[in-house]
């Protein structure tokens, strides 16, 4: 199936980010940020969540997990020995993080959960796009334009973080209506755009007949399309990806490289992570999201 017209759904935590006030004092709170990678995307959280702590005077610390689950603990460990007064924690796994989360409840240190979650210990909050939702908004895109007929390659991402999980479930939902739509493969590229690569060009060899790729991030859909083109198959290929919305997956999406970015907002997530937390230490409650939006591009809209 050949890619056609290009589209863009934006799915994100949006907010109205009420300004409290700038101050040019000393920080009146200490925040760590645990990020579980510093990838564009996460980098991106790690910009919103800055600019935002320096508008409410607040000291960031930002630590990089380097997607390793022990690293992340140990940060963890470090920051409650710093007495930092609230944690925000991208998880590098779901289920790893658990006993760090429950260390920082034990010792009173409120918990936002950014962009993934952790399946236990107590958040006060968690920010995030609708990851199953994404999935399935991108795995239906993909059926309708297989016909409900086609080979279909899942670019999944880290293995056990709930992002992986939440986009891998949300695609499976739609894909069980389409039996005749084939996943002839399921890799892990690591949400990197390394391991898209090196993953698309074993799977290309692999399936001669491949119609469609479900990538669960950005990075690792741009290193599928340079692998397709690379073995000049790209053209014969439908891409949908779960992305974030920057500047190199915008554009490939406009050049119709990639069919289709259900695009979150990341520096909306980390700045209302931030917010969400001071509200907390101020007054005790938690600012809450609207619900998701979809935006269309011309077109597309159902």
Same mark, same amino acid.
């Given at each position: ?31 760590? $940020? +645990? !990020?579980?990678?510093? #990838?564009?995307?996460? /980098?991106? %959280? ?6 935002? =702590? ?31 007064? $609230? +944690? !925000?924690?991208?998880? #590098?796994?779901?289920? /790893?993080? %658990? ?6 409840? =034990? ?196």
């Amino acid at each position: 199936m050949k890619a056609k017209k290009p589209a863009t759904l934006i799915l994100a935590a949006l907010g109205s980010l009420a300004l409290l006030g700038s101050t040019t004092a000393a920080p009146q709170y200490t925040f760590g $940020l +645990l !990020l579980s990678a510093m #990838t564009p995307y996460f /980098a991106t %959280i790690k910009s919103g969540a800055e600019s935002e =702590a320096k508008k409410l005077g607040v000291q960031l610390l930002v630590e990089n997990g380097n997607n390793d689950s022990a690293t992340q603990s140990n940060q963890v460990d470090t920051l409650i020995a710093r007495k930092v007064n $609230l +944690l !925000l924690i991208n998880p #590098t796994d779901a289920k /790893a993080l %658990i006993p760090a989360v429950e260390k920082a409840n =034990a010792a009173h240190i409120p918990v936002v959960f950014i962009d993934r979650k952790a399946d236990g210990g107590h958040a006060i909050a968690y920010f995030a796009s609708d990851n199953t939702q994404a999935g399935a908004q991108a795995c239906q895109f993909l059926a309708n334009h297989l016909h409900g007929k086609g080979n279909l390659f899942m670019l999944l991402g880290i293995s056990g973080a709930s992002a992986t999980n939440e986009r891998s479930a949300g695609c499976d939902s739609v894909l069980q209506h389409y039996p005749n739509i084939h996943v002839v493969a399921r890799q892990s590229g690591h949400f990197s755009r390394r391991g898209g690569l090196t993953v698309m060009r074993d799977v290309l060899i692999a399936h001669p007949n491949l119609d469609a790729v479900y990538a669960e991030n950005g990075q690792m859909a741009i290193g599928a399309v340079r692998a397709a083109e690379a073995a000049g198959r790209l053209k014969n290929l439908t891409i949908a990806m779960i992305g974030s919305g920057s500047a190199g997956e915008t554009q490939l999406v406009k050049e119709g490289k990639i069919a289709l970015s259900v695009a979150q907002q990341p520096a909306v997530m980390g700045a209302l992570g931030v917010e969400a937390g001071y509200n907390y230490l101020n007054t005790g409650t938690v600012f809450v999201p609207v619900p998701l939006h979809m935006d269309y591009a011309p077109g597309q809209r159902p």
